[in-house]
């Protein structure tokens, strides 16, 4: 539409509208709140069939109580590597209304230290998550039978959960 008295033109556009719901049919809410918590529990989701041959990142989202709101598949990769997309984590988050995180994902080849790649996903991760107020509680790195916990090791992510 174009006013031609002013001299300006204003167009009329249509964008598209974001729509965000939740909802939940489980009254009965689990709550992590250390390591070993996260460590049994996401392994209860995780196919065992696949964990020693391919490289999966999940992503746990939860409120202000650490009880969870839901598991997020990030991405599923090869043997040695798979994406983790900062953009997208956060996004998921925010969406789901998530106060904290906890990142998962497995080595296939059952060797629990993490990469420098792990190391520097976690830092940048933690940098980004300050900036919109969400909580990085944890980043663990999972085999069949053990974990590390970068929350527990490392001197990346400053928080009291262990």
């Given at each position: ?21 939740y ?91 993490p ?48």
């Amino acid at each position: 539409m174009c006013n031609s008295i002013v001299g300006y033109c204003f167009f009329l556009m249509e964008i598209a509208e974001i729509k965000v719901t939740y909802s939940t049919n489980k009254p009965d809410k689990i709550k992590l709140t250390t390591c070993q918590e996260v460590y049994e529990f996401i392994i209860s989701k995780w196919d065992l069939d696949i964990i020693e041959f391919q490289e999966e990142c999940k992503l746990i989202l939860l409120n202000r109580a650490n009880c969870v709101l839901g598991i997020y598949e990030l991405s599923k990769g090869g043997i040695a590597g798979t994406v983790v997309d900062i953009r997208v984590i956060l996004s998921v988050a925010l969406k789901c209304n998530a106060s904290s995180i906890i990142l998962v994902h497995n080595h296939p080849s059952g060797n629990m230290k993490p990469s420098e790649a792990d190391k520097k996903i976690t830092e940048k991760l933690k940098n980004a998550c300050e900036l919109l107020d969400i909580h990085l509680l944890d980043h663990l790195i999972i085999s069949k039978y053990e974990y590390y916990s970068f929350a527990k090791n490392e001197n990346i992510i400053n928080h009291t959960f262990s």
